[in-house]
C-alpha cells in the first residue's frame, strides 16, 4: 500500500511537470502616443518662442542674446569683471519672477538671497545654466521657456503648468573653489 502511494506520487510529478508553452506578454503599440507628445511640445516651444520674440520687440532699447540652452536673456547691468562661475564656486545671488506680461510671481524678498554652488546643487534648469554667464554685480533678465523651469509640474504654488517666466536676477557674489581659479 505505501508502495503504490509513492508510485502514484511519483508519476504524479513526472505527468505534471510537462511542457508547458509560456504565454506571451500583450504588445500595445504606444508610437501614437509618443508622436502626440512630440508634436504637443514642438507647438509648446514654438508658441512660448513667439511670446519671447512680442516681449523682446516691444522691448527695442534692450539687446536680447539667445543662449545656446534654449533660452534669452539680457544685461540690466553688466560688471567689467571678466570671471565668470566654474565648478563648485558658491554664487550668492537674489531674483524675481514674473509672468510674459511682465506681472510679478515671486518677488526678491520672497524669494530671499539664494547661495548655490555650481553644478553640485539642484536648483531649476535655467537659472543653472544662466548663472554660469553672469559675473560678479551683474544684473540680468532671463526669458526662460517653461521647459526650462518647472515645465509640466509647475511649481504647485504659484506658477501653472507650462509656464514661461522671466526671471530677473543679480549676481551679488562669487566664491571661488579655490583662488588658482
Given at each position: 500500500?505505501?508502495?503504490?502511494?509513492?508510485?502514484?506520487?511519483?508519476l504524479l510529478l513526472l505527468f505534471s511537470c510537462g511542457n508547458k508553452e509560456a504565454r506571451r506578454p500583450i504588445v500595445r503599440k504606444t508610437t501614437s502616443f509618443i508622436?502626440?507628445?512630440v508634436s504637443f511640445n514642438k507647438s509648446l516651444i514654438a508658441d512660448?518662442?513667439?511670446?519671447?520674440?512680442v516681449?523682446?520687440?516691444?522691448?527695442s532699447l534692450s539687446t536680447y542674446i539667445a543662449s545656446p540652452n534654449g533660452f534669452w536673456y539680457k544685461y540690466e547691468k553688466k560688471d567689467t569683471t571678466k570671471y565668470l562661475p566654474k565648478f563648485g564656486d558658491e554664487l550668492t545671488y537674489t531674483y524675481e519672477v514674473y509672468d510674459?506680461?511682465?506681472s510679478i510671481i515671486y518677488t526678491?524678498?520672497?524669494t530671499?538671497?539664494?547661495?548655490?554652488?555650481?553644478?553640485?546643487q539642484e536648483i531649476i534648469e535655467g537659472l543653472r545654466d544662466g548663472l554660469k554667464l553672469m559675473s560678479e554685480g551683474d544684473k540680468f533678465t532671463f526669458l526662460f521657456p517653461s521647459h526650462k523651469v518647472f515645465?509640466?509640474?509647475?511649481?504647485?504654488?504659484?506658477?501653472?503648468?507650462?509656464?514661461?517666466?522671466?526671471?530677473?536676477?543679480?549676481?551679488?557674489?562669487?566664491?571661488?573653489?579655490?583662488?588658482n581659479n
Open positions: 500500500m505505501k508502495h503504490n502511494f509513492l508510485l502514484f506520487i511519483v508622436n502626440e507628445s512660448e518662442e513667439k511670446m519671447f520674440k516681449i523682446m520687440k516691444r522691448d510674459i506680461n511682465n526678491s524678498q520672497e530671499g538671497e539664494q547661495v548655490y554652488k555650481v553644478d553640485q515645465g509640466y509640474l509647475g511649481d504647485q504654488k504659484k506658477i501653472d503648468i507650462n509656464q514661461p517666466l522671466i526671471y530677473k536676477v543679480q549676481l551679488n557674489k562669487i566664491k571661488k573653489k579655490n583662488e
